[in-house]
């Protein structure tokens, strides 16, 4: 056994560690497009030296690849076409407890798997959910109907008080899923970053 190829392994996961770190920690499934074609890249150049004896390119192209992350991530930041481009925008699926059925072919996503992600979620019915949306990630993001959310700590004391009120609309900031449902961006203080 050759020991160089022991030694180039063993440079090349120290490397491609740190590497890494400089891309961001996220699993598979909060990947965006642009992160899962890079993080496959990396994992098949990171064993071409191995094969080959071209470690400092190796290197050098693992490092570059991950820069041009950092700075397509860093473009998403700066300019919201970027995002929609790369990352894509979540799309509501269930609207008032009534899949969105032409989203959902468009999406190629079946009413089974939705029912199985919602099932995975605790929720047993589509009526129960006020807004569904799939997230450009494949994550469920989802509001319950105000009859199916659970009882918080807040209006659990205030029942025992004995002046707990029905739940009213918040007039509040609109909730997370109003950007979806009207296609565009909130402005806010996170925003500015943009």
């Not at 089974?112 to 997230?135: F, H, N, W």
């Amino acid at each position: 056994m050759n020991v160089d190829v022991i030694w180039e392994s063993v440079l090349l996961v120290a490397a491609g560690i740190l590497i890494l770190r400089i891309a961001g920690r996220k699993s598979i499934s909060q990947m965006s497009l642009a992160q899962t074609v890079v993080m496959i890249s990396i994992g098949s150049i990171i064993i071409q030296p191995i094969i080959e004896d071209s470690l400092w390119n190796t290197t050098v192209a693992t490092l570059v690849f991950v820069l041009m992350l950092v700075f397509i991530e860093y473009l998403q930041l700066k300019f919201n076409r970027v995002e929609r481009f790369v990352t894509g925008k979540a799309k509501v699926i269930i609207e008032n407890g009534v899949p969105q059925y032409e989203t959902l072919r468009k999406m190629r996503f079946t009413v089974d798997t939705l029912e199985m992600r919602l099932r995975q979620q605790g929720i047993s019915s589509i009526a129960d959910v006020k807004t569904a949306t799939l997230e450009p990630n494949g994550q469920l993001g989802y509001e319950l109907i105000e009859d199916a959310k659970p009882l918080t700590v807040g209006q659990f004391k205030e029942m025992m008080a004995g002046r707990i009120e029905l739940p009213r609309e918040s007039s509040g900031p609109p909730d997370v899923f109003e950007e979806v449902r009207k296609d565009r961006h909130r402005v806010s203080n996170a925003d500015n970053l943009r």
